[in-house]
């Protein structure tokens, strides 16, 4: 895994928290100026990130120099947060279902385009075009990925997420998948966080819990507003070639770092910093603990190897 962005915690604050704001409504229900302004509600109590569904805008195609863009780049720069604004992106003549990250200066910090479109989208005039990359950003908080809807079904999408060191994924969507989520969250081990416009939201842990689900209620006017702070300084490990430098961690260090969750049945346990200043996660590989992604990583790696290719070869 690539080296964690800022992994340093700051001296203000425990661990590495980032806070996260989910909006999700119907496709289309809301104008640019409703969605602008809780936009800029939300960024005025200090938010990190903030997410809108699959499309919002609808199935017209809009350009990045459009409205939508430049108006929400603006509020970005304002309050200095990220958001996350999928739509249809018109690239030329060409039509791709993309969510584009805007960074905390208002700047386009990166585009996914969906990998895996669903099938009425080729039915589209004109159809929308198939992404082929799957890029993970180095926010000033932790590395962020995205996926989208129909996204959900392909694991190698994910993969490719988790071999780039993503901490967090967002996935937009038209719907909601639930226990899909949970499998790539409990396989991978990053946060994430949907943004839907089924009006829910459901977060996922680094241990594949779901530790919010929220939806939209009578009175909330057609928009579910969730709010999540993550801590991606949690690490998490197994047990395998680790049991004996964890002890040695929490016996030296147990002022700084506790262990917060054991999963017997897994064999899993979680690290967590206690005191500002520290990272758990770094303190872990100074003692020389393996975080169980990279464990399982690096055993797929050599037991192909000495297979003589990759299993999904043969």
């Known amino acids: 895994m690539d080296q964690v962005a800022h992994e340093a915690a700051s001296p203000a604050q425990v661990g590495r928290p980032v806070r996260v704001v989910s909006l999700s409504f119907r496709i289309g229900s809301k104008s640019l100026d409703e969605i602008a302004a809780v936009i800029d509600r939300e960024g005025k109590a200090a938010c990190d990130l903030i997410a809108l569904p699959e499309t919002w805008t609808g199935p017209t195609p809009e350009r990045v120099d459009g409205a939508v863009i430049t108006t929400l780049a603006a509020l970005a720069a304002r309050h200095h947060t990220y958001i996350v604004c999928p739509i249809y992106r018109r690239d030329g003549v060409q039509r791709l279902n993309s ?13 996914y385009d969906k990998v895996y479109p669903y099938w009425s989208e080729f039915e589209m005039q004109p159809a929308v075009q198939i992404g082929s990359h799957v890029p993970v950003y180095a926010a000033d908080f932790g590395r962020i990925g995205m996926a989208i809807c129909f996204d959900v079904n392909f694991p190698a999408v994910w993969q490719r997420l988790a071999d780039q060191g993503a901490e967090l994924v967002i996935w937009p ?6 226990g899909s989520l949970q499998a790539h969250a409990i396989n991978y081990h990053f946060a994430i966080v949907t943004a839907t416009s089924t009006g829910d939201c459901q977060v996922y842990d680094i241990t594949g ?33 680790n049991r004996d430098k964890r002890d040695r961690l ?3 260090h147990g002022d700084n770092v506790m262990q917060e969750q054991w999963l017997p049945r897994e064999e899993w346990f979680v690290l967590k910093a206690k005191r500002a200043g520290i990272s758990a996660r770094a303190l872990a590989r100074e003692y020389g603990l393996e975080e169980l992604r990279d464990y399982l990583s690096r055993s797929r790696r050599a037991i192909d190897a000495m ?7 043969l």
């Open 99 to 111: 969510a584009i990250l805007l960074g905390r200066q208002g700047e386009m910090a990166c585009i």
């Open 209 to 241: 819990q779901r530790i919010l689900d929220e939806q939209m209620d009578e009175q909330s006017d057609g928009l579910n507003i969730s709010r999540i702070t993550l801590d991606l300084d949690r690490g998490i490990y197994h047990e395998n070639f």
């Open 173 to 178: 969507s038209a719907y909601s998948a639930g």
């Open 307 to 313: 297979r003589g290719g990759e299993f999904g070869a």
């Open 250 to 252: 929490l016996l030296e």
